[in-house]
């Protein structure tokens, strides 16, 4: 299973970015995406999931109302749709997949394959 995220950069404050999550490798039809971040001296936090079954959803709230995140089941890809970004949303954002999903989960204890990361720079 790879996972390769794309769509990192620089925006301003207020600004919008959407993340990109290619899958390959899985073959399940019930999988879960997560998307993680993880910022300089900060813990990796769980910011949103979709489950590809039935859709469910999870946000963190740090990003409820901001962050939408969707997916493509056809084409194995997620999506991470970010508005009105802030400084604080700066960070290392990567994609992973969690093969036997019973629900949709910003724990990472549940993801076993990871994506390589991408850098999002939000300047004031």
């Known amino acids: 299973v790879q996972l390769v995220e794309s769509g990192g950069g620089s925006v301003q404050a207020g600004g919008s970015l959407r993340l990109s999550c290619a899958v390959s490798?899985?073959?399940?039809?019930?999988?879960?995406i997560g998307w993680f971040r993880q910022a300089p001296g900060k813990e990796r936090e769980g910011i949103s999931c979709?489950?590809?079954?039935?859709?469910?959803?999870y946000y963190a709230e740090s990003v409820k109302g901001r962050f939408t995140i969707s997916s493509d089941n056809a084409q194995r890809t997620a999506y991470l749709q970010m508005n009105s970004l802030q400084p604080e949303d700066a960070a290392v954002y990567y994609c992973a997949a969690d093969l036997i999903p019973a629900s949709c989960s910003g724990n990472s204890d549940y993801y076993w394959y990871w994506g390589q990361g991408t850098q999002v720079t939000v300047s004031s």
């Open positions: 979709i489950k590809s079954s039935d859709g469910s959803t």
């Open positions: 490798g899985i073959t399940y039809d019930d999988y879960a």
